[in-house]
């Protein structure tokens, strides 16, 4: 199985800052790498696909980048609507599999 | 538009067998490219991906879970059922179903682009 590395597990930001989560995986997944959004109580919901491609309706604050093992997602101006929990994913392979997730908190 | 939409027991003891239901609208499980997963999230966890069943009937699961799992489709009632056996404690979570991603172009086979709401399954006796 393809183990994937978030980093960190929790971070403290204010409103307007620049923010980057980590994914590292196990071994090389190209590009295959997918980041999620999810607050509390409510299902994840798919923010970028392929590493760097913004899903539709995705406010173009967000970004990522990275292949290979490693990977990042950015938020260049954090909003107040921004403060959730973000998975990565691997698509790769099966068995499919997520990073333990970054919480990010007002600061 | 596309919606799923999770049903089943909140509550069953261990040992027992859980059957989970996904019903979905907007799209069909019969279009290449498609297919529906379940996803469960313990409270407070992150997620873990459980199962796969694609346009064509091909399934994946788990490895660590593939034992107990079973994922089946009924394109004529727009359904994805869920079975999962000898439930214990630990399998106490949220359970989604999502389908997969797909653009007016491509559809990316392992990426979920829609999700249901959940549904909180508490094991115990």
């Known amino acids: 199985d393809i183990q994937m590395t978030q980093s960190p597990s929790s971070l403290s930001a204010s409103v307007g800052d620049i923010i980057t989560i980590t994914c590292r995986a196990s071994q090389s997944i190209s590009d295959y790498l997918n980041w999620y959004q999810q607050k509390p109580g409510k299902a994840p919901k798919l923010l970028i696909y392929d590493a760097f491609r913004l899903q539709s309706g995705v406010p173009s604050r967000f970004s990522g980048s990275g292949s290979g093992t490693d990977f990042t997602l950015t938020i260049s101006s954090l909003q107040p609507e921004d403060f959730a929990t973000y998975f990565c994913?691997?698509?790769?392979?099966?068995?499919?599999?997520f990073g333990g997730g970054t919480k990010v908190e007002i600061k | 538009q596309i919606t799923l939409r999770e049903s089943g027991p909140t509550l069953v003891k261990p040992t027992q067998t859980l059957t989970l239901t996904c019903s979905f609208s907007?799209?069909?499980?019969?279009?290449?490219?498609?297919?529906v997963g379940w996803i469960r999230q313990p409270p407070g966890k992150a997620l873990e991906w459980l199962a796969l069943i694609y346009w064509d009937d091909d399934k994946y699961y788990s490895p660590s879970l593939k034992s107990r799992l079973t994922i089946t489709r009924d394109t004529s009632k727009n359904q994805v059922v869920l079975t999962m056996t000898n439930m214990d404690p630990v399998d106490t979570a949220t359970y989604y179903c999502?389908?997969?991603?797909?653009?007016?172009?491509?559809?990316?086979?392992?990426?979920?682009?829609?999700w249901g709401q959940g549904t909180l399954v508490t094991v115990s006796s």
């Open positions: 907007g799209f069909s499980l019969s279009t290449s490219g498609v297919g």
């Open positions: 999502a389908r997969t991603h797909c653009t007016s172009s491509s559809c990316y086979v392992r990426v979920f682009g829609y």
């Open positions: 994913q691997q698509s790769s392979s099966t068995p499919l599999t």
